[in-house]
């Protein structure tokens, strides 16, 4: 299993017999469909398209529905894709159901959204820059960046900056990956998954989950103990 | 079902059905359990409930008690495991949701007074508010 799609419905705790509270993030996990197999031959890379998220087939397009139709689904809103080698693209088929029981045994997994949007922010909010002085001669200028460099320092030729430069503008709204978060517990009657921590965006937002792909010291050695 | 309702559902099994009508002003005594390695024990904290608030799961209360003339308050999630049991000793009469003025108080002004309305409290009875 390597990806699966679901909505974040919001944030709770859940108290285990010692006492421990622990902060979680209740994902929705509706049935994702398999819509498509991509193959080396036809495609030139071998992955597996998955759908979620129900939708009136008078918003989507023709294009769209007969895709899905192709699955033997229904309209769906996200289709996302995730690669794998050919053989375990074989392993699915097409209009095949994808739930939260496919998680039953996996410890961490990562979760994918968009984080909220905060709109064009100054250095202090989005970059954590300390901004200046509030006095000795400071004079409106308490929140700007300060210098940006000249053309004479290590920051791209011609005197130009660097690409990359901490500065002001958008801030959030952009995919971002939360790695590694612990699963806590898995409803597998109502398509509930529960990780620890909070994911990325606003509630109702959809979020992509997969297993963990990589995991820190601390975890690998806690899963090695586990088994 | 909506979505918060969902969520609540959750801990629809964790949520305590075994607690007293209790509320700010009250002189409660928190049952608490105390794990010391593998034994355990527990420990009753008498106090002030000085404030309540939060809802369903994330329920939490604040008891305030004097501790060798030093005041002591303990804040506890209500529907924690941690807390084994809750009594009510007396009712209090407080006409503020939360009482943190009790900590400028000293001495006799510290006790507010029991309640006026409503059931008094007494030994034995069921704690239960009309």
């Not at chain 1, 500065?167 to 612990?182: E, P």
């Amino acid at each position: 299993m390597a990806l699966l799609m679901g909505t974040k419905l919001g944030m709770t705790r859940v108290f285990d017999d010692n006492g421990v509270s622990t902060p979680v993030t209740v994902i929705e996990i509706g049935s994702c469909v398999v819509t498509q197999i991509r193959d080396e031959d036809k495609d030139g890379y071998s992955a597996v398209q998955i759908a979620y998220g129900d939708m009136k087939p008078r918003n989507s397009t023709i294009p769209m529905i007969g895709h899905d139709a192709k699955a033997g689904s229904d309209a769906k809103r996200f289709h996302r894709e995730f690669r794998c080698t050919s053989k375990e693209a074989g392993e699915y088929e097409l209009g095949q159901s994808l739930t939260v029981a496919s998680l039953a045994d996996v410890a961490y997994v990562d979760v994918i959204g968009t984080s909220k949007g905060k709109g064009f922010q100054g250095g202090i909010k989005r970059h954590n820059f300390k901004g200046q002085q509030a006095t000795h001669g400071v004079e409106r200028k308490h929140r700007s960046p300060g210098s940006i460099g000249g053309h004479a320092l290590n920051a791209g030729k011609s005197g130009r900056l660097k690409k990359g430069k901490k500065m002001a503008g958008q801030m959030g709204n952009v995919r971002i990956t939360t790695r590694s978060l612990d699963v806590v517990r898995i409803d597998e009657e109502r398509g509930l998954l529960l990780v620890k921590g909070p994911v990325p965006g606003h509630n109702k937002a959809m979020v992509q989950i997969r297993p963990a792909i990589r995991l820190n010291r601390s975890k690998t050695k806690k899963l090695a103990s586990a088994e | 079902m909506s979505t918060q309702q969902l969520i609540e559902s959750l801990n629809a099994d964790a949520l305590k059905t075994d607690l007293p009508v209790m509320g700010v002003g009250d002189t409660i005594n928190v049952h608490a359990r105390i794990i010391e390695g593998a034994k355990e024990r527990v420990q009753i904290f008498q106090g002030v409930l000085i404030s309540r608030k939060g809802r369903g799961m994330n329920e939490m209360i604040c008891v305030r008690r004097i501790v060798d003339n030093q005041g002591v308050e303990r804040i506890w999630p209500i529907n924690s495991p941690m807390i084994a049991k809750i009594e009510v000793v007396r009712r209090g009469d407080a006409r503020r949701s939360k009482l943190y003025y009790l900590r400028d108080r000293v001495g006799k002004s510290r006790r507010l007074r029991d309640q006026r309305r409503g059931l008094k409290h007494t030994a034995g009875q069921p704690t239960v508010q009309k």
